[in-house]
């Protein structure tokens, strides 16, 4: 039986039921801060990662938009979570790696929490910088621009399991991490758009593995293994 792991454009979803938070670095996209939501279903987490420097709406998120506690995974990052989009309304206090904010008395995240407890959250703001207060660009302005049209692409791996990502379709370089990657195929659009997809074997989309794919599954080397570090989906015409 194969294995999903779903990552939002940029924004990485890891859906968890541990008791605790995890106390060692996730991997993460440079510039972004991974963080640790308790959502008030029991025990259960869910994890995210944010863009550093740049208010990020949940609007761009439904995952994270509701919580009873936080804590930032990455080392060296610090976050501010808001009750409004514009992050004008601080919702608890400055959370790190080493700090879990609670934004409620109800719930403490452990296996008694109810999903009734959860705080509704609007944004957060991560920065890179330690021991600093976090300051994002876009804070106070009004709400972010809507999401980039994503498109869900799924690796096969030579080791029968498979990962889903869903990677923007603006033709950007979308980071990858993917050693013994076997085949690809598109399993999901937005909307009724038409998408195509190409695999990479290096993090700036250059050198191009296989060949372009869209909904039906594509094998990138003959079937045997090989390593993917960027994905590019662009619309087409």
């Given amino acids: 039986m194969k294995s999903f792991l779903t990552t939002v454009g940029s924004v990485a979803v890891l859906l968890a039921s541990a008791s605790a938070l995890p106390t060692t670095n996730l991997p993460r996209q440079d510039g972004s801060c991974f963080i640790q939501l308790k959502n008030g279903d ?6 995210a990662s944010i863009p550093a420097n740049t208010l990020f709406s949940t609007a761009n998120n439904r995952q994270v938009d509701a919580g009873v506690n936080a804590q930032a995974v990455t080392s060296g990052c610090v976050c501010q979570a808001f009750s409004d989009a ?27 929490s109810q999903l009734d407890q959860a705080v509704p959250i609007g944004s957060f703001c991560c920065v890179t910088t330690p ?6 660009s876009g804070s106070g302005v009004g ?18 399991s498979a990962r889903q990502i869903e990677v923007p379709a603006d033709g950007s370089p979308f980071a990858a991490s993917f050693s013994i990657a076997t085949s690809v195929e598109i399993v999901d659009i937005e909307g009724s758009s038409h998408v195509t997809c190409q695999a990479f074997s290096d993090a700036n ?33």
């Fill in 143 to 160: 709400t972010p621009p809507p999401p980039t049209q994503t498109v869900r692409v799924q690796i096969n791996s030579a080791d029968d």
């Fill in 205 to 237: 989309g250059v050198v191009a593995v296989g060949s372009p794919f869209e909904i039906d599954e594509v094998s990138l080397n003959g079937g045997a293994a090989v390593s993917i570090l960027s994905i590019r989906c662009k619309l087409s015409a």
């Fill in 86 to 112: 514009a992050g004008t309304i601080k919702l608890g206090g400055i959370f790190d790696d080493h700090t879990l904010v609670s934004f409620t008395d109800a719930s403490s995240g452990g296996t008694d």
């Fill in 42 to 47: 029991g025990d259960a987490s869910v994890g």
């Fill in 131 to 136: 021991n600093t207060v976090p300051v994002c």
